[in-house]
Nanobody, 122 residues
């Protein structure tokens, strides 16, 4: 069973910076894409940023130029560097990964982290 462990959420002032990390753990699996989504109160979950094993990235327009997603494929870890944060960035951030399990006939999987709260104060 592949699981995602998130860390780095917390309280940060507007204009400040915060970093999130997410690591995938398990055995005999390959990650095809990994990234972060967020859900603010009263809003739908939305893509923040994602990256493939080939290092192609996709960012939400609202975070371009402020957030940077990077990954370590060896450790199956992604990092979200959040700079110049705004109150509207306040949300629960969820790590997300898709891939396949080589230990069970290359079965595809999709897994979500439990979420970490980011609160940006004015």
């Amino acid at each position: 069973q592949v699981q995602l462990v998130e860390s780095g959420g917390g309280l940060v002032q507007s204009g400040g910076s915060l970093s999130l990390s997410c690591s995938a753990s398990g055995t005999f699996f390959t990650i095809n894409a990994m990234g972060w989504y967020r859900q603010a109160p009263g809003k739908q979950r939305e893509l923040v940023a994602r990256i493939t094993s080939g290092a192609s990235t996709d960012y939400a327009d609202s975070v371009k130029g402020r957030f940077t997603l990077s990954r370590d494929n060896v450790d199956n870890t992604v990092y979200l560097q959040m700079n110049m944060v705004k109150p509207e960035d306040t949300a629960v951030y969820y790590c997300h990964a898709v891939g396949f399990s080589s230990g069970s006939g290359y079965s595809p999987f999709e897994v979500w982290g439990q979420g970490t709260l980011v609160t940006v104060s004015s």
